[in-house]
C-alpha cells in the first residue's frame, strides 16, 4: 500500500505538544490513524538525558476495519513512555527506553490477544 504521514510538534516551554498523522492513499484508502500528545526532555547532568512523553491515538472507521476487523472509528490507544540517554563519549550514546500501551476502545481491545503490553529496550548509537 501506499501511506501519506504528517509530523506536527511544537516547542512550549519546557513542553513539546505533537501530533501525528497517517493516511492510507491505496489499498485501505481513507484509513486513517492519528495520535496527539505531550514529551518532555532535558539534561540531568551534561552527560545525561532524561525524557517522556504521553499521548492518544485515534482511527477512522477504515483504519480498524483494515487492522482488526472493527467497523468503527475509535479512541484507539493510550501510550506512555520514558527514557534515559547516556554520552558515553561526545558523540557515542546508550540508553533504555520503557513503553507502556494499551487500546482503550472496548470494540478494538476485544479483537486483539494482547490489548496491553510493556516495552523495553535499549538503544545504542554514534553521532557524526
Not at 87 to 111: C, K, M, Q, S, W
Amino acid at each position: 500500500s501506499m501511506e501519506g504521514w504528517l509530523y506536527l510538534s511544537y516547542d512550549v516551554g519546557p513542553f513539546r505538544l505533537f501530533s501525528n498523522h497517517s493516511l492510507d492513499v491505496l489499498t485501505y484508502r481513507g484509513a486513517y490513524f492519528g495520535e496527539a500528545g505531550i514529551e518532555s526532555e532535558g539534561h540531568l547532568s551534561p552527560g545525561l538525558e532524561v525524557g517522556g512523553s504521553f499521548g492518544a491515538g485515534w482511527a477512522s472507521a477504515t483504519f480498524n476495519d483494515a487492522w482488526f476487523g472493527i467497523n468503527q472509528s475509535a479512541l484507539n490507544r493510550i501510550r506512555t513512555e520514558g527514557w534515559l540517554t547516556l554520552y558515553l563519549r561526545p558523540h557515542a550514546y546508550i540508553g533504555p527506553h520503557v513503553e507502556f500501551n494499551t487500546i482503550v476502545d472496548p470494540g478494538v481491545r476485544a479483537a486483539l490477544s494482547r490489548p496491553t503490553f510493556l516495552l523495553f529496550d535499549v538503544t545504542t548509537g554514534v553521532e557524526f
